[in-house]
């Protein structure tokens, strides 16, 4: 088994789409190892983001990702990063295959309703940014 972070993003969570993203995870074949509801503040989401720390759009993606709460979540499943990121779709909607979360629920490139790990190494650290051994069932 293995596993992937999720952030489900501010502009999902105040569409009221977290029940229906959920849905579609857990349909999916993923096991909820750990979920919350939190608002990241400036310098924790310039942290989760800071490889993109010289790109153009890292200031509009720090205030994007500090505008509303979001729900994080640890998910787990066999090959759980890369079925993650079939599952949520291209970063840019448009390109988003269709049936995928982005595809469904995003508006752009930026705000694009959905997070998902990179990388095995990269969901680890990801997962512990969020939760503490305590709150990983
Ligand atoms: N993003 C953006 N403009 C871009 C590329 C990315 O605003 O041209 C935002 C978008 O919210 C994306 C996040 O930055 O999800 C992280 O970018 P990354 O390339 O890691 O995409 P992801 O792994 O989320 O598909
Ligand atoms: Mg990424």
Do not use: C, W
């Not at 608002?39 to 509303?68: C, Q, W």
């Not at 990179?118 to 997962?127: F, K, L, M, V």
């Amino acid at each position: 088994m293995s596993i992937t972070l999720t952030m489900i993003k501010p502009d999902a969570v105040a569409a009221g789409h977290t029940g229906k993203i959920m849905d579609m995870i857990i349909q999916a074949g993923f096991r909820i190892q750990a979920m919350k509801m939190t608002r990241l503040s400036k310098e924790k989401a310039e942290e989760f983001y800071a490889i993109h720390r010289e790109r153009p759009f890292f200031n509009d993606l720090v205030a994007f990702m500090t505008e509303g709460p979001i729900v994080a979540a640890i998910l787990e499943k066999e090959n759980a990063v890369d079925d993650f990121r079939k599952l949520i779709g291209a970063t840019n909607p448009e390109k988003a295959e269709p049936g995928t979360i982005r595809k469904l629920f995003a508006q752009n490139i930026e705000r694009n309703a959905i997070h998902g790990s990179d990388s095995d190494a990269n969901a680890e650290i990801e997962a512990r940014f969020f939760f503490s051994g305590l709150e990983r069932f």
